[in-house]
């Protein structure tokens, strides 16, 4: 059975700060991996889709990489800021239908 | 694209009333899942529908939640009778085919008295 872990459960990090979420997953066979954040009472929001073959994907400041056979991504936000303050949810797709498997999330605070 | 549209926002009401949640997805978009997050679970898959057929329905608590997406641009969730247990964040969220990324809504709170 998959399961999806993410490390650190809390994050407080000054302004300015470049930081690195961790994400493991413990099936290395899977399709896609996707990174969310979602803001308190909100939905969450797509970050960032790293498909099977490929080892990264970046988008602004956000960089996510993926190592399947460790069975670990990575995001990386460079020069954090307050507004990035939120809970950061990574999932992982097992196969090409529906099957979306999320771990528990980071949940950051970029102090002022 | 106005993203994922969900509806009512906000709900609250009585045990043993009849709740019906609303979403449209993304236009074209030919698959939809709808999500139940609370803090104790996290987020669970009640239903999963491809090209508007309900493909998996194995997350759905009880005969009390059913499920219908009549068209490619609605889908509904109704629970009848709704129980304070069934208080949580009902999320609805789409995708196009197989690869695409998953978008959600911005959810619907729903609170049973």
């Known amino acids: 059975k998959q399961e999806v872990t993410q490390i650190p459960a809390a994050l407080s990090v000054p302004e300015g700060e470049n930081l690195v979420l961790n994400c493991s997953f413990t099936?290395?066979?899977?399709?896609?991996l996707q990174w969310f954040r979602q803001d308190p009472g909100k939905g969450l929001t797509s970050l960032l889709l790293?498909?099977?073959?490929?080892r990264e994907q970046t988008s602004g400041r956000l960089n996510a990489s993926l190592d399947k056979s460790s069975g670990r991504s990575t995001l990386y936000i460079a020069a954090s800021q307050p507004g990035d303050s939120a809970t950061y949810l990574c999932?992982?797709?097992?196969?090409?239908?529906?099957?979306?498997?999320f771990g528990s999330g980071t949940r950051l605070l970029v102090r002022p | 694209d106005a993203g994922v549209i969900q509806s009512p926002r906000h709900e609250v009401t009585e045990m043993g009333q009849e709740v019906t949640l609303r979403c449209k997805p993304i236009s074209g978009h030919n698959s939809l899942f709808w999500y139940r997050q609370t803090m104790m679970r996290g987020l669970e898959l009640l239903i999963y529908?491809?090209?508007?057929?309900?493909?998996?329905d194995s997350g759905m608590p009880e005969d009390r939640f059913s499920a219908k997406m009549p068209n490619a641009s609605f889908s509904t969730l109704k629970i009848q009778p709704s129980e304070p247990r069934d208080s949580a964040v009902y999320f609805c969220?789409?995708?196009?085919?197989?690869?695409?990324?998953?978008?959600f809504g911005e959810g619907s709170r729903l609170t049973v008295l």
């Open positions: 969220a789409s995708r196009w085919g197989g690869t695409g990324e998953l978008f």
């Open positions: 099936d290395s066979a899977i399709y896609n």
């Open positions: 529908f491809n090209n508007n057929v309900p493909i998996d």
């Open positions: 999932a992982v797709w097992m196969d090409s239908s529906y099957k979306l498997i």
């Open positions: 790293i498909q099977s073959s490929q």
